[in-house]
């Protein structure tokens, strides 16, 4: 059974910091990219940052690029999102993704979701 369980998500100040955490299971994590995303009231699901299956190849918002730092362990089928110098904006529903493709199949999984509220 394939799960993605996030944590981390918490209520937080303005220029605080976080650090989420992914941890997967039934499926063969070092195949997939992995990718954080976020949902905000009102708003569609957002990527936030994706990093490949070795983790040599990462891509993140405009809006979090300097401040959020995806990195993945192989070895223990999770992937982390440390976010500092968090904004009220990135208020959200925090998303954990795995994604491949095989043999013209799409596998794509999410997680439950972790809220993070920026707020003073």
């Known amino acids: 059974q394939v799960q993605l369980v996030e944590s981390g998500g918490d209520l937080v100040q303005p220029g605080g910091s976080l650090r989420l955490s992914c941890a997967a299971s039934?499926?063969?994590?070092?195949?997939?990219?992995m990718s954080w995303y976020r949902q905000a009231p009102g708003r569609e699901r957002e990527l936030v940052a994706a990093?490949?299956?070795?983790?040599?190849?990462?891509n993140y918002a405009d809006s979090v690029k300097g401040r959020f730092t995806i990195s993945r362990d192989n070895a223990k089928n999770t992937v982390y999102l440390q976010m500092n110098s968090l904004k009220p904006e990135d208020t959200a529903v925090y998303y954990c993704?795995?994604?491949?493709?095989?043999?013209?199949?799409?596998?794509?999984?999410w997680g439950q979701g972790t809220q993070v509220t920026v707020s003073s």
């Open positions: 039934g499926f063969t994590f070092s195949s997939y990219a």
């Open positions: 990093m490949s299956s070795a983790g040599r190849i990462t």
């Open positions: 993704n795995a994604y491949r493709t095989f043999l013209a199949k799409i596998y794509n999984y």
